[in-house]
Every structure is written in structure tokens, then in C-alpha cells.
């Protein structure tokens, strides 16, 4: 599996973003999609994920309420909308798919295949 992130970029505070992640294969409506972020000197962290259906959704505190995942399995991609920007979004965005067929993960270590990262960066 490989996966293309695009879609970051430098945005003023308050405004908004749409990312996506393109994946190869055939079997992407069987993964699990979440999104992680890392900013400099901070450990990656979890942002939001999706399961394989698209019936579940999983948001962390932070970005409850201004982003929204979505994913299109006929065009295996995955959308994070993010609304609302702050500065402390500015991060490396990864995306990243569990193949397991396992409940739908928060922690890095459910993700068995990473994408490249884009960089997001929110101006105050």
C-alpha cells in the first residue's frame, strides 16, 4: 500500500484546508484511514480517523468541531477538512491505513502504512 498526502500549505488563522490521501490497491475500502500530525519538537499525535465503511469517525479533543473526515472508496482518498485553523495546528500531516482488519485505532501503532506527510502552517 502507498499513500500520497497533498493539500497542506500556509493559511491565516481562522481559515481552512482540505488534505488528501490517495491510496494504491485494491483493497482500500477494507482499511481503516486516520490522519496524525507532528510539530516540531512534539510527538506525533493523533487528529482523526475513519473506518473502512465510513460509518465511524474518531476526532481528537483539539480538532472536535472544525474538522471533518470523510472518504470516497471509489477513488480511494481520504479527506480531512480542517476549519477554523490555529497556529497550534501548524504540524507535518501523515496520513496512515490499517490493513488489519481490526477496529478503527487512535494510537500510531494501529497504522501498518504511512504516507509521505504535508506541511500545514497556520499564521497568527
Known amino acids: 500500500v502507498q499513500l500520497q498526502a497533498s493539500g497542506g500549505g500556509l493559511v491565516e488563522t481562522g481559515g481552512s484546508l482540505r488534505l488528501s490521501c490517495a491510496a494504491s490497491?485494491?483493497?482500500?475500502?477494507?482499511?481503516?484511514m486516520g490522519w496524525f500530525r507532528q510539530a516540531p519538537g512534539k510527538e506525533r499525535e493523533f487528529v482523526t480517523a475513519?473506518?473502512?465503511?465510513?460509518?465511524?469517525?474518531f476526532y481528537a479533543d483539539s480538532v472536535k468541531g472544525r474538522f471533518t473526515i470523510s472518504r470516497d472508496n471509489a477513488k480511494n482518498t481520504v479527506y480531512p477538512q480542517m476549519n477554523s485553523l490555529k497556529p497550534e495546528d501548524t504540524a507535518v500531516y501523515y496520513c496512515a491505513a490499517d490493513s488489519r482488519l481490526r477496529p478503527t485505532a487512535t494510537p500510531p501503532q494501529g497504522y501498518d502504512y504511512w504516507g509521505q506527510g504535508t506541511l500545514v502552517t497556520v499564521s497568527s
Open positions: 475513519i473506518s473502512w465503511s465510513g460509518s465511524r469517525t
Open positions: 490497491g485494491r483493497t482500500f475500502s477494507l482499511y481503516n
